[in-house]
């Protein structure tokens, strides 16, 4: 059996904000790798930029996980792991976040599992992959989780 923590929201909401940076910062990745894989001239700046971007998110996402290691001895397991908080304000915009992510990927996956091998779907995606919209669609869920929850946390912090 766990044993309770008390633990200040200050440090929920530390930690719930470093998770939505790492969602953000992840879908960045996975978004540059996608475009990275249709720029056929790889000397434009475009592809530099895009290059650019997946190695500072990759270094940048490590930064942000070992800041976020840090928390695991000060918030509870079922915080750190489930995102599942004390505080009821954080936990509403955990909980948030996690749903909407759950139903971008929910009707994403069954729009790509339905449509995915159709003609009309590869020639609409064209000149994109299956597994490039995958990635679009892991992006899109990541990108939702951090944006809502930087966004949620900053109203709270407008209202005091």
């Not at 971007?53 to 840090?70: A, R």
Request: glycine content about 6%; hydrophobic content about 50%.
């Amino acid at each position: 059996m766990e044993k309770s923590l008390s633990v200040p929201p200050e440090t929920e909401q530390k930690y719930l904000a470093i998770t939505g940076r790492i969602s953000i910062v992840l879908a960045l990745f996975l978004l540059a790798q996608v475009f990275l894989t249709v720029i056929s001239e790889k000397n434009s700046v475009i592809y530099w930029l895009l290059d650019v971007i997946v190695f500072v998110s990759i270094i940048y996402c490590i930064v942000l996980v070992l800041k976020s290691m840090k928390f695991a001895k000060n918030i509870s397991s079922l915080g750190y792991w489930a995102l599942k908080f004390n505080d009821e304000y954080v936990d509403y915009v955990s909980s948030f976040s996690l749903r909407a992510t759950c139903h971008i990927m929910v009707v994403g996956g069954i729009f790509l599992a339905y449509s995915g091998d159709s003609k009309w779907f590869i020639e609409f995606i064209a000149p994109f992959g299956l597994t490039d919209m995958l990635q679009v669609l892991l992006g899109l869920a990541a990108a939702t989780h951090g944006v809502l929850i930087l966004w949620k946390l900053r109203e709270e912090g407008l209202d005091e």
